[in-house]
């Protein structure tokens, strides 16, 4: 089997969404390429061929080393590839990607917070969006492609609630939505959002044209939204929530996910413990 074709079969493959078939192309061509060099065809593809390809991409035959990140991504590229050339039973489950170094979320104080959001103040409908979205992003520790989907039906100011119903994997969740939040979500669309509409958009945020805004539009406002997700994490378990309501509300499959914020302060597990334990 040419692994070129193959290749190109699975990155044409509609499955595939547009930014993970960009993702996808560099690294999957690189492995081609390498299989090409070594003269291994793509049915020879076995857990030793693979493992020989992370030890090159880990520096042993390159002259400079990847980042452990880096070799996680692109071996996760090249095992999807796999799985659609091969079959799923062809693919090595085998762990062969280097341990990535633990790394904490990098979370503002709450005081940074409050400089970021007064730094958003200004006139107009743009900035008024502005600061009602990034609101709304740490009061309900969204992610940025959950903020910019939102409809405006799933904004329940009654309720106070927040159905995110774009989240990572399709799931579903609903998040309170605080005073702070709500005010400025309010203050945006009565006074803003009628300016920038066009047209029958459901959106919640528009853009300058009257369009759904997109992920960018949300990084150029704070260069790096997803700081405010890991503060609202960091400061609900400052502020005495349990890593499962924290789960919950970040919408983590996985407990071992929301583990990380557990480490960033030993000073909350000790009251945790203080406050819990018969013997403390």
Same mark, same amino acid.
Request: aromatic share 6%.
């Given at each position: 089997?040419?692994?070129?074709?193959?290749?190109?079969?699975?990155?044409?493959?509609?499955?595939?969404?547009?930014?993970?078939?960009?993702?996808?192309?560099?690294?999957?061509?690189?492995?081609?390429?390498?299989?090409?060099?070594?003269?291994?065809?793509?049915?020879?593809?076995?857990?030793?061929?693979?493992?020989?390809?992370?030890?090159?991409?880990?520096?042993?035959?390159?002259?400079?080393?990847?980042?452990?990140?880096?070799?996680?991504?692109?071996?996760?590229?090249?095992?999807?590839?796999?799985?659609?050339?091969?079959?799923?039973?062809?693919?090595?489950?085998? /762990? +062969?990607?280097?341990?990535? !170094?633990?790394? =904490?979320? &990098?979370?503002?104080?709450?005081?940074?917070?409050? *400089?970021? #959001?007064?730094?958003?103040?200004?006139?107009?409908?743009?900035?008024?969006?502005?600061?009602?979205?990034?609101?709304?992003?740490?009061?309900?520790?969204?992610?940025?492609?959950?903020?910019?989907?939102?409809?405006?039906?799933?904004?329940?100011?009654?309720?106070?609630?927040?159905?995110?119903?774009?989240?990572?994997?399709?799931?579903?969740?609903?998040?309170?939505?605080?005073?702070?939040?709500?005010?400025?979500?309010?203050?945006?669309?009565?006074?803003?959002?009628?300016?920038?509409?066009?047209?029958?958009?459901?959106?919640?945020?528009?853009?300058?044209?009257?369009?759904?805004?997109?992920?960018?539009?949300?990084?150029?406002?704070?260069?790096?939204?997803? /700081? +405010?997700?890991?503060?609202? !994490?960091?400061? =609900?378990? &400052?502020?005495?929530?349990?890593?499962?309501?924290? *789960?919950? #509300?970040?919408?983590?499959?996985?407990?071992?996910?929301?583990?990380?914020?557990?480490?960033?302060?030993?000073?909350?597990?000790?009251?945790?413990?203080?406050?819990?334990?018969?013997?403390?």
């Amino acid at each position: 089997m040419n692994a070129r074709a193959a290749a190109d079969r699975f990155l044409a493959s509609p499955a595939l969404s547009e930014a993970t078939r960009r993702a996808y192309g560099h690294d999957v061509g690189e492995f081609c390429g390498w299989l090409e060099d070594r003269g291994t065809s793509l049915d020879a593809v076995d857990v030793r061929v693979l493992a020989d390809y992370v030890s090159w991409l880990g520096g042993a035959r390159r002259g400079r080393k990847l980042a452990p990140a880096t070799i996680s991504r692109k071996l996760a590229a090249v095992r999807a590839f796999l799985r659609h050339a091969l079959g799923p039973e062809r693919v090595p489950d085998a /762990r +062969l990607g280097p341990r990535r !170094a633990r790394r =904490l979320p &990098d979370a503002p104080s709450a005081a940074e917070i409050e *400089q970021t #959001l007064e730094a958003l103040e200004g006139e107009g409908p743009i900035a008024l969006r502005n600061r009602a979205l990034v609101e709304l992003v740490y009061s309900a520790g969204l992610r940025s492609a959950e903020a910019v989907g939102l409809d405006l039906g799933d904004v329940d100011f009654d309720q106070e609630l927040v159905h995110v119903r774009r989240g990572k994997g399709g799931k579903e969740r609903v998040m309170p939505l605080g005073e702070e939040a709500a005010f400025w979500l309010a203050r945006y669309l009565r006074a803003a959002r009628p300016a920038l509409a066009t047209g029958a958009n459901d959106a919640f945020f528009l853009s300058a044209r009257g369009r759904r805004l997109d992920t960018s539009t949300l990084r150029r406002v704070v260069p790096h939204p997803h /700081r +405010l997700r890991h503060a609202f !994490a960091t400061h =609900l378990l &400052d502020g005495g929530a349990d890593l499962r309501t924290i *789960q919950e #509300l970040l919408g983590h499959s996985s407990l071992s996910t929301t583990q990380v914020y557990s480490h960033i302060d030993p000073r909350h597990l000790r009251r945790v413990y203080d406050r819990s334990h018969p013997r403390s």
